[in-house]
């Protein structure tokens, strides 16, 4: 048996997906052969819309699939561009008189549950045997071994090549289950169109991993009779389907996070168009072009510096023209001038790292490009686009123009739902500048502006796999995320207070239930503190939603302040810097306290004695028993507030407790007493350079809590015990940063300490 050949006319080609090279293969071999079958690895469900699929859309495209059943929900994408092999496959064969099938099995069944995108290499099942090769042919991971062997080299014997490559490969790896199903699955196809073909040839254009298993499988093909296999359908309880949608470079590129294993897609697109030579050419037309478009200097010499050390790399590696890495390596070492603190991309696989050089950026921008796919207008589209059209018209919301909204106006409110609705299904159009927050004062206006993108009829569709119209889309997608969230406090709150702006009440009670039944056993106070945040802001200013003062929210508050209160008393460090996570948790419980107390009945008691217990716990941290003599300051239980701030008046202390006790009572400290800020400009002036800068820090942070009113009162207060007629607004204004002041007193202050020690120095400024 031949390498691409199986007895009765079967030729079998392995291919990488969206790979030029293979494209071109696909097409010279449907050519040669004129098959009466075109076999392709893709959903089989397809392909009863086949016309559909091949309509004379603007590439890239992808099938987009959902499944939503009681135990699980899958979505994914086969995307197409014109390099895709697999497309090629369709459109030459189509081109030939060939009859098409689609052969591996549905993208939402259970065996390509893990896989978002079913044209993606799993690289990870032939790992080492790419690292080998690596290693012997000295390139730095499979995307450069890739062209190396195939997409810069001969067409003559690639075929071979590829069969050769695919074979080590396979040969080292063992297909797990869901690969052998779906190869079972894909033989079955191959059989019939063999014996239906009666002798004429049959193509096969799969995965190169899957090739060898076809190739075995229908080795022998007695026993099998002509009917087409099955199509698996979807559990009755499921909801699935499928829907074309455009597709975009961008999205297709492994640079962002596409498992294709084909980076760059504008640079393979002009190898597919005109070839490597060309491509390469192009490649440094485009970099410098989009350098220079962000005023990015490169000159002609910088061009000429580029080619020719891309030129000397190719040779030096044995290509008869450069390649993609021979062009970025020689932009990079003409362009870049200064240390590189990571491995450049393309010597790693993955994601674009964070803190990547600006000009590294700009070239993997410029690979990927900016194509986006449209698709014809005679595409069948899911319910959902029609019916958020017909909202966003219904409600007069024009996508081109800022969107302001009055809460209390009844039409106003529902067009802000719809928006709310939208923004739950990540669809783009809008979006919003201002209006309710969590922890904010009840706000009764809302601002929305427009928010185009390239992607929204795509994002459309892919909604739609949630359901038909906005509701109901909307109302799988938040059941989905409640489900999926479990017992994640902080994230259910979020969802709660969306579900409020969105206005479903029959979710936020679900997504309140939720929390109320975790709230017992959380044991991360932050997040408790923003879950009790949100249900307080709810119970206190919801009218829009009708939640205000609600039983169930109540409750919720009750048990929320309560395990607060009960965590505080549990943490335990004594040097632990200054948390605002747990800080801001505390004033969840303190405003509970304050605004839901009487009516819930909450034990204002009980939390004084709390905030008694750990204001005077030497094992607390220092910002929790600030906060906590804070808490009983704010509850009305006036403490001596100066006397405790000198027992914490350690430099490395200060700040932190100042931090707590501020962040709980910065009005009793700015409209009450002011000896408290007294003692504390004593301590502060009282204090070396050296502890000074120790404290700094910390106490920056512990006079943000105040906003630019309150800090301005401060000021004031400061201003009158040094006297002095400058505006108090002058000492909130400093030209130097004030850790830089800082560290320069101490440091002067070491030098007049060492010219004193030398005699040098007498103090008096001789």
Known sequence: MSATGAPGGVTFLGVRHHSPACARLVAATVARLRPAYVLVEGPADLNGRMDELLLDHE??????????????????????????????????????GAQLRFIDLPAWHPALSDRANRYADADQRYAEAVRRLCATLAVDNVDALWDHLFEIGPDDGLAER???????????????????????????????????????????????????????????????????PEVPTPAPDAVAGSYLVPYSFRRLDAFVGYQSGMPSPAYYQRVWEDGPRRAAEALTEAVAARLRARRQPVSTADLIAARSMAGGLARLRGHAHPGRVDVLDGLV?????????????????????????PVVVEMVAALSGDRVGR???????????????????????????????????????????????????????????????????????????????????????EAGGYGPTVLDAVTARIEERVTLLGADVDALATTLFDTALAGLPEHSTRTLTAIAR?????????????????????????????????????????????????????????????????LTALVAVRDAVRHAGPALGLD????????????????????????????????????????????????????????????????EVVSGDAALLTVVDELLASMGAHDFLVALPALRQAFGWFPPRERAEVARHVQALHGGDAPPGDLLRLDADPLLVAAARAVEERVDAVLTREGLWEGDGT
Do not use: N
């Not at 994914?76 to 064969?93: D, H, I, K, M, R």
């Not at 991309?345 to 050089?357: E, K, N, Q, S």
């Open 59 to 96: 590439l890239p495209i992808a099938v987009f699939t959902a499944h939503r059943d009681g135990t699980r929900r899958h979505a994914s994408w086969s995307p197409f561009c014109a390099y895709s092999p697999e497309w090629v496959a369709l459109t030459a064969g189509r081109e030939a």
């Open 162 to 228: 590829l069969d050769t490559y695919f074979d080590v490969l396979r040969g080292e790896s063992a297909a797990g289950d869901d690969d052998t199903a779906r190869e079972a699955y894909m033989a079955r196809w191959v059989r019939a169109a063999r014996r239906r073909a009666a002798g004429r040839p049959v193509l096969v254009v799969t995965g190169g991993f899957h090739r060898p298993a076809l190739v075995r499988l229908t080795a022998d093909g007695d026993g099998a009779d002509d009917d087409w």
């Open 333 to 357: 070492s003409a362009l870049v001038t200064d240390a590189l603190d990571q491995p450049l991309p393309w010597a790693t696989r993955g994601t674009l790292a964070p803190g990547a050089h």
């Open 375 to 461: 698709l014809h207008p005679d595409t069948p589209l899911p319910p959902l686009v029609h019916d958020v059209d017909a909202e966003l018209a219904r409600h007069r919301i024009d996508g081109g123009a800022p969107v302001e909204l009055d809460l209390t106006d009844a039409d106003d409110l529902a067009r802000s739902r719809l928006l709310h609705r939208l923004r739950l299904l990540d669809v783009p159009g809008h979006a919003r500048e201002s209006g309710p927050r969590v922890g904010a004062d009840a706000l009764l206006t809302e601002r929305w502006s427009p928010a185009p993108s390239a992607d929204r009829l795509a994002r459309v569709i």
């Open 518 to 582: 975790a709230a017992g056993g959380v044991t991360d106070l932050r997040a408790l503190g923003r879950a009790l945040a949100v249900a307080l802001a709810l119970w206190r200013h919801d009218r829009l939603l009708g939640s205000a003062g609600t039983a169930p929210l109540g409750a919720l508050i009750t048990a929320a302040v309560r395990r607060a209160l009960w965590l505080v008393e549990g943490v335990r460090a004594v040097a632990a810097p200054a948390d605002p996570g747990r």
């Open 604 to 667: 204002r008691d009980g939390a004084l004695a709390v905030a008694g217990r750990v204001a005077g716990d030497a094992a607390a941290p220092p910002d929790l028993r600030g906060a906590a003599l804070g808490l009983a300051w704010s509850l009305g239980d006036v403490p001596d507030a100066a006397r405790a701030v000198r027992a914490v008046a350690a430099p490395d202390t200060l700040g932190d407790w100042l931090g707590g006790l501020f962040a709980l009572a910065r009005e």
